[in-house]
Structure formats: structure tokens, C-alpha cells
């Protein structure tokens, strides 16, 4: 069992940046892939980002490239979301998510261990 806590949500204008962290509690974090999803009120679970295991590899969606970046540290078995000028409707719940696999995935149902969650709001 995997447990992911994620930190760092909160309250920002438009065009401030944030970072979001994850902690997992798993010694063999290094064989996860790891990635970022974020759900809006009303709306689907949407994919935000994914990184390799090593680190090496990342992919973002559409709405969030060139602004976002994900990073891992499986030194510390922590995964990052730096995001930078955010917008209002960045504004959900962003959740953290693993899986054990070779490449990079993009959907939810291919991730089975998820954190809780931390709120992130863009006020314009």
C-alpha cells in the first residue's frame, strides 16, 4: 500500500506562482510513476502531468505546458508541482497520483494509489 500526502495548495491571484509537494510513504518510490491530476467543481478528474520513474521523462497536458513543471526527488520520495502563472481557471482540487508501469500514463484509471488532495484558487 502506497500512501501519498499532498501540500502546499492554497489561496493566489492571477499570475502568482505555487508549488504543490508529495510525500509517499513507499520505500520503493523510485519504481512508481508518478503524476498530478486536478478535479474542478463539477467537472472530470483532468490530467495535468507525469513523470518517470527516473525523472528523466515528463508529459504535460495541454491547458498546463509551459507553465507547469513536475520534478521527483526518490531521494526523498517526493514528487513537486511548480506552477507558474496561474490563472483563475487552474482554480481545483490537485491530487497526486502513482502507479507501477514502465511509461508514463495520462489517464486516472491507470493510477491505483492517490492522495487526498490539496485545493489551489486563482482569484483574477
Known amino acids: 500500500q502506497v500512501q501519498l500526502v499532498e501540500s502546499g495548495g492554497g489561496l493566489v491571484q492571477a499570475g502568482d506562482s505555487l508549488r504543490l509537494s508529495c510525500a509517499s510513504s513507499?520505500?520503493?518510490?523510485?519504481?512508481?510513476?508518478m503524476a498530478w491530476f486536478r478535479q474542478a467543481p463539477g467537472k472530470e478528474r483532468e490530467f495535468v502531468a507525469t513523470?518517470?520513474?527516473?525523472?528523466?521523462?515528463?508529459f504535460y497536458g495541454d491547458s498546463v505546458k509551459g507553465r507547469f513543471t513536475i520534478s521527483r526527488d526518490n531521494a526523498k520520495n517526493m514528487v513537486y508541482l511548480q506552477m507558474n502563472s496561474l490563472k483563475p481557471e487552474d482554480t481545483a482540487v490537485y491530487y497526486c497520483?502513482?502507479?507501477?508501469?514502465?511509461?508514463?500514463?495520462?489517464?486516472?484509471?491507470?493510477?491505483?494509489?492517490w492522495g487526498q488532495g490539496t485545493q489551489v484558487t486563482v482569484s483574477s
Open positions: 497520483a502513482a502507479t507501477i508501469g514502465i511509461s508514463p500514463v495520462v489517464t486516472v484509471r491507470n493510477y491505483k494509489y
Open positions: 513507499t520505500r520503493t518510490f523510485n519504481t512508481y510513476i
Open positions: 513523470i518517470s520513474r527516473s525523472g528523466a521523462n515528463t
